[in-house]
């Protein structure tokens, strides 16, 4: 029983300790990545945001409607002078009066819809165009997560393969040592040969430590990107066995500078820009307006305003109010001259853009061109490397070939390795950067 039980708990251990180490590939780690960008969490907070802008803009189009109260007392009351003739006195004189008592209390409700307004009128198209402009600089904010993780991705896998080819080369140099010690052993080569080996494993150690770090900062930075604890495992992994058998599908992008996220936020741009002068020139039409006013007021000579003989007074209002403008010191003309001027700087903007993504476009291709070039030739040369150190290997322990070349063999093997797998990843890098400038990230997923 207690045999079982301990059996079924190693199962259950290795199967958690496999969960938690399992390999993480591209497509996971950029979901991860999009999932917990702050960037890109900030780009749909300020999506929402926009939305509250509008219906605050909107508002403008409601009734206003406003009620108040006031409650004044007057040390000295207002005096108005009454013609002599409603007293009985000569013609030409006046009496002064005294309006109103000390205390008053006042109640007010005010109402305006507004009618007609060009300006708002004008501004409508503005509500989409805004929202388009947001939703592009959250894919755009998207396509940063993409690029900058799938990125960092490629160097980590890149970093763990050289410190595997690393590993190789020392566990090629401790068999070759100590091959080299029995012949020395038996007086078949000299102490010299041996402390070469030393030297060649203790120069891929330091290598190889440098490799450790790297990979180490690599990984943190990954699973910063990823929104993974530093403190879990984070295995990043991918099929790396024939790196260029997707060539095929790469070689067929186009260069479509018309459909970047970039080109389409300065043409939203554009659009807003010219809904902004349109909307500018409506405000030189006049505006109507209907309103509504009501007062409810009393008067006392206390200030007991609620006795039982107060009495209240009531007046109301409904009308049409229009408002012209006439003059405004030339503001609205200069403002309107300052958005055409922004308007040729988008203008101008999108222009060279055009250029510069095509440009981008050319490079990024000429380059994928050329790693993929490279790849095929260093894995050729990989080959023969391989080919000739295992030669030399043989001729070594038959006493025919020298140390010194199959050390040197040894090396150049080692470059070989080394040079393949940074042109693998230079490859990969190259296409995520060929996909940039296609405006295609998204394909990586």
């Not at 108040?68 to 006046?94: A, N, R």
């Not at 003989?309 to 006439?326: E, H, L, N, S």
Request: charge should be positive.
């Amino acid at each position: 029983m207690k045999r079982t039980i301990l059996f079924s708990l190693t199962l259950i251990a290795a199967s958690l300790f496999a969960q938690t180490t399992r390999p993480v590939g591209l497509s996971e780690s950029l979901d991860m990545a999009l999932a917990n960008s702050a960037q890109l969490k900030k780009a749909k907070i300020d999506r929402q945001g926009v939305e509250q802008r509008l219906r605050e803009a909107r508002s403008a189009a409601y009734p206003q409607i406003n009620v108040g109260v006031s409650y004044d007392y007057f040390p000295m009351l207002p005096i108005q002078f009454l013609p002599g003739e409603l007293f009985g006195q000569t013609e030409g004189s006046y009496v002064p009066a005294t309006f109103g008592q000390p205390w008053q209390l006042t109640t007010s409700l005010n109402v305006q819809q507004p009618l007609y307004n060009e300006s708002l009128r004008r501004s409508a198209p503005m509500v989409n165009v805004s929202r388009n402009i947001y939703d592009l600089l959250t894919e755009r904010a998207a396509e940063e997560v993409l690029f900058n993780t799938a990125s960092v991705f490629y160097q980590t896998l890149q970093t763990e393969q050289l410190l595997r080819a690393v590993n190789a080369n020392v566990d090629k140099l401790d068999a070759l040592q100590r091959m080299a010690e029995l012949q020395l052993a038996n007086g078949y080569v000299i102490p010299t040969d041996v402390k070469r080996i030393r030297v060649a494993r203790t120069n891929l150690e330091t290598q190889r430590q440098n490799l450790l770090t790297a990979i180490s900062g690599l990984r943190q930075t990954l699973q910063f990107f990823c929104g993974v604890p530093f403190d879990e495992p984070f295995d990043p992994a991918d099929e790396m066995s024939n790196p260029a058998t997707d060539s095929l599908r790469w070689q067929s992008l186009v260069a479509t500078p018309e459909n970047t996220t970039e080109h389409r936020l300065l043409l939203s741009n554009m659009e807003l820009n010219r809904i902004q002068t349109r909307r500018l020139g409506g405000e030189s039409y006049p505006t109507l307006s209907a309103y509504a006013s009501g007062l409810y007021q009393t008067q006392r000579t206390n200030a007991n305003i609620f006795g039982a003989d107060g009495r209240w007074f009531g007046t109301a209002a409904v009308g049409v109010k229009m408002q012209m403008p006439i003059f405004d010191g030339f503001r609205r003309h200069r403002r309107t001259g300052m958005l055409r001027l922004d308007g040729q700087k988008l203008e101008e903007d999108r222009r060279q853009l055009v250029q510069a993504k095509s440009l981008e476009f050319m490079q990024a291709r000429e380059q994928f061109q050329n790693s993929l070039r490279a790849l095929r030739a260093q894995s050729d040369n990989v080959a023969l490397a391989r080919e000739i150190t295992d030669k030399l290997a043989l001729q070594y322990k038959e006493g025919v070939a020298s140390l010194t070349d199959l050390l040197n063999a040894q090396t150049a093997r080692s470059e070989a390795e080394t040079n393949y797998w940074q042109q693998a990843f230079g490859y990969k890098l190259a296409v995520l950067k060929l996909l940039k400038a296609a405006g295609r990230l998204e394909d990586l997923k």
